[in-house]
């Protein structure tokens, strides 16, 4: 059931009309959360919609504008909204009990689904979110090799843990050379030994991450990549540069971490079923909670003993009351059991006709941009050059504000993105919520480049 589509959006967030619910919303709740907002991704400028309910591909706002939702809660919900097996799974759940201080069966179900599915996960422990997945992966790889420092891509998200935070928006003020990138706090409130500790490297480029490795690599616990990074714009991984990380972290003594917190979407086995190179660790998060809170790490099995309890204290101690709740596990098994191989296919091909007809949509406006991306990811881009890594994916000169014109065209042509392109298909659409998609964003780019 579809009613008007973004006309009052059009007013509210492009005029800043007053007196919409969102806006009163978004006002009301400035006056107690710091900027209206829990979560950095909420807020745009004026103000965001405020959901009200979704269901499948849809979400309602609290205007009662519906809207096609390519984003799902920054792709977690694969199944888009109140998918039935979920559903039901969440309610069996609840009856029987939300939380217990005992573990509980579910947890088991779901760490032997991903152990049977990713080869390179021998072993798995839960925790809330990617970014505690992501903590607890580094602590095990320091654990393992007694060494502090890790290095990470430039330009890669990997959440909010300290070391996470070094270096995922670096600008040209401070990121240095190429071949050598700058290690640059992303966030205020990090520990100056924080960034020391954080090797920045250019992603795709052989050569530089070879000669950093060679000379830090002595110094260095954990290498962290995800195979397909949004915030560095999706840069597809080069030929041989999977197996070369491999190569030389293991050369290095250096535990390879997979973050595929977002990627795991893009295939049956996640991003290393696709492109390989065999990690040590994996983080995962997002589709694996069913659309509830959740992180994951998982691993080789000596990598991960260093948190086994049973013979004496765990050389790395983790907790979290909620990690691995009853709820979430229930949830993510009915998420990941309706994820066939045959469905990861049909929503790859999806990806791939959205990302072909979107790019040709620019380069049909002559406006710069493109769509990257794998699987059922996809980020709209503001250049049209080909994007290796995080410099390159960056706006063309002089088209910096062009997605955040484009995020709110979108939302007044009934589509959801994330304000910086971000995107998904979800298993409830077809190639008719595709094709409105491509719609949406020929009339958006028509009326951007009008002067937007
Ligand atoms: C690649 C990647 N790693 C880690 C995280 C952090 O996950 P969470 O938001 O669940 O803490 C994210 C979040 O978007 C992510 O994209």
Redesign the pocket.
């Known amino acids: 059931m579809q009613v008007t589509i973004g006309k009052q959006v059009r007013q509210a967030a492009v005029t800043g009309a007053l007196g919409t619910a969102n806006e009163r919303l978004h006002a009301e709740a400035c006056r107690y959360i710091p900027g209206g907002t829990s979560r950095l991704h909420y807020y745009y400028h004026p103000y965001p919609i405020y959901a009200r309910s979704g269901q499948g591909c849809y979400v309602t706002d609290v205007e009662g504008v519906e809207r096609l939702d390519f984003l799902n809660n920054?792709t977690a919900l694969i199944h888009g909204h109140g998918n039935a097996a979920i559903k039901q799974a969440i309610v069996e759940q609840l009856e029987r009990g939300t939380a217990f201080s005992e573990p509980s069966e579910p947890e088991v179900r779901l760490a032997k689904l991903l152990v049977e599915r990713v080869p390179a996960v021998e072993q798995i422990r839960f925790a809330n979110?990617?970014?505690?997945?992501?903590m607890m992966a580094i602590k095990l790889a320091r654990a393992y090799t007694s060494r502090s420092k890790i290095a990470k891509f430039e330009g890669f998200?990997?959440?909010?843990y300290d070391y996470a935070q070094v270096s995922y928006a670096s600008t040209p003020a401070d990121w240095g050379p190429a071949e050598a990138p700058a290690s640059t706090a992303s966030s205020g409130g990090l520990a100056d030994s924080v960034v020391d500790d954080v090797l920045a490297l250019p992603y795709n480029d052989q050569d530089a991450v070879e000669r950093l490795l060679e000379a830090h690599g002595h110094e260095l616990a954990a290498l962290i990549v995800?195979p397909l990074?949004?915030r560095a714009g999706f840069p597809l991984p080069a030929p041989g540069f999977v197996p070369f990380l491999r190569e030389i972290a293991r050369r290095n003594g250096i535990v390879l971490i997979y973050?595929e917190?977002?990627?795991f979407r893009i295939g049956y086995h996640g991003a290393q079923g696709k492109y390989g190179g065999e990690p040590d660790l994996t983080?995962f998060?997002?589709i694996i909670g069913g659309g509830l809170p959740v992180?994951a790490v998982g691993g080789r099995g000596e990598i991960m003993a260093l948190l086994d309890p049973r013979e004496r204290a765990p050389a790395v101690a983790s907790g979290g009351t909620y990690s691995a709740n009853p709820l979430t596990m229930a949830a993510g098994l009915a998420a990941l059991e309706q994820l066939t191989p045959e469905e990861f296919e049909r929503l790859e091909r999806l990806g791939r006709r959205l990302r072909e007809r979107g790019t040709a949509a620019f380069a049909a406006a002559g406006v710069p941009g493109q769509l990257t991306g794998d699987g059922s990811l996809f980020r709209i881009l503001s250049t049209a050059e080909p994007v290796a890594d995080y410099r390159r994916s960056l706006p063309a000169p002089g088209h910096e504000g062009q997605m955040a014109r484009l995020h709110l065209r979108l939302l007044e042509e009934g589509v959801i993105v994330s304000r910086d392109g971000l995107g998904c298909i979800s298993t409830p659409m077809g190639e008719a919520e595709v094709d409105r998609f491509v719609s949406a964003l020929e009339r958006g780019l028509g009326a951007s480049s009008a002067g937007g």
């Open positions: 920054m979110s990617g970014t505690e997945a992501v998200y990997h959440g909010y995800d990074s949004n973050d917190v977002i990627s983080t998060g997002k992180g």
